[in-house]
């Protein structure tokens, strides 16, 4: 008898005064009650499943389609994304889908090869192909691109094979081969470049990392000497000094230094310095010092952007980026250039601000307890430092920021060996906000604002003073 029948008859029975029902009989006859009753639950949400499943495997078949349209014509005006903030979801969640996506095979393929990757490109570069293929927008034969580059046919072949699939270059035919933005950017020798500062500066470092953290027990290797970029470059000097002996390397890191903040937001995006800090200046006020400036990026757009507000800007740096940065200013007007070490004290008092734009990253919180306190002794009540870093998120970082964090961490030390002995006492690293905070109170100063000017990346102006 089926279930439906019987529960029938267990009703019938009751009511009609037939031979009444035993207790296990109706026992029984509620198990199955209820056994009926899943069943038939059961069934409702298998076919809602199928229903979901079916939509489901719709909506993902029309994503599929809607990125594989947009992939076959990039160029197109509706794939242009102006939305910077809809532009990054996208990218985030495409790389994130990616690797959501991945069978095991995939994860080790991607781990396995990803260092291919940065020598390979640097070959595309060195050998002028880049250059070659982004310098028209038309197509090229692999004959060509021999015959522009000099590299045999045979080897170009293969290396124009794992470009196109690695999506360095578009291949749009049999023996077809056109630029894409990402050849665009690799063409660029500044970019080259920083390409080849993370490969020769930064690549025996990190390949030696597992082993030098491994012989130290994963002690914490931030701030202490010698660090995995002096061991690999068999120096026993900070990364700074290796730089200022070492022409070859110091003009690979200014293009690294460079590159990375190009076609990003700047804190005169949101913060109008000339209102905030540029009020009543004559051109003998010292209105913005750019500390560690480098090759003086900052303090050109700073002039740039308020190319009428009176007063003195000036690059402080080492000896050797200063040479570098006469040339680079070149003719440059109302730009001093001044030789200063950042653990002496600031000669320069009452500027109206003091700017440190990725300097204190590059040092352990004692040392940069001295930084600050040399830059506070130039103070008065009118001036603030204006600190420029990364402000870590407590959580989801994003992988740019998490890298640079590792890149410190490898970098840069100590100058004082007594430290050496005492490894936790500092640590050279990006920071969080409350890391921020405390370095602050710390050396004696007034936070005052942080201020976001670049979400993507966590770029924050800290505004700080007397
Ligand atoms: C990471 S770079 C940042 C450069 C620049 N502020 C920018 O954001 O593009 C650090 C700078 O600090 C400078 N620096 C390092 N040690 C220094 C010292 N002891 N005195 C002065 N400048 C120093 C380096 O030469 C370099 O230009």
Redesign the pocket.
Known sequence: MCQRCHLHRLVEGSSTGNRPLSLSHIHWSLSSLTALFLLHLLRFCFSLIQIKMKSTATQYEELAQQIESILQNPEAPDVHIPDEHIRRRLADGGRKLSILLEEPRHTMSRLEHVHFQLPLAIIGADTGLFAALAAESRSFTSNELAQKTGVPLSLLKRLLRYYQALDMICQVGNDAYQSSNVTQVLSNEDHADALRFAHKIMGPPVFSLPDLLQSTGYKDPTGVMPTALSRAHNTEKHA?AW?GENPWALKLT?AY??VQ?EGRPLFFDVLDFQARFGTDCTSSTVLFI??????G??SLKLRQRYPSLPGRVII???P??VQKAKSALDGTPNIELEV????TPEPIKGARAYY????L??FADEKCLEILANVKAGLTEKSVIMI?ETVLPEEGTRPRAAQHDIEVLMSVGKSSPFLFVLPLLGCAKERTKLEWEQLINEAGLKLREVITYDAEYYECVIIAGL
Do not use: A, C, N, P
Request: negative net charge; glycine residues 6%; charged residues 30%.
């Open positions: 700074y730089l200014l230094m460079k903040f750019d500390i560690g400036g480098s090759t990026s900052q402080q740096d080492r050797e980026v200063y070490d950042i653990f440190m734009r990725k300097i990253h590059s420029d």
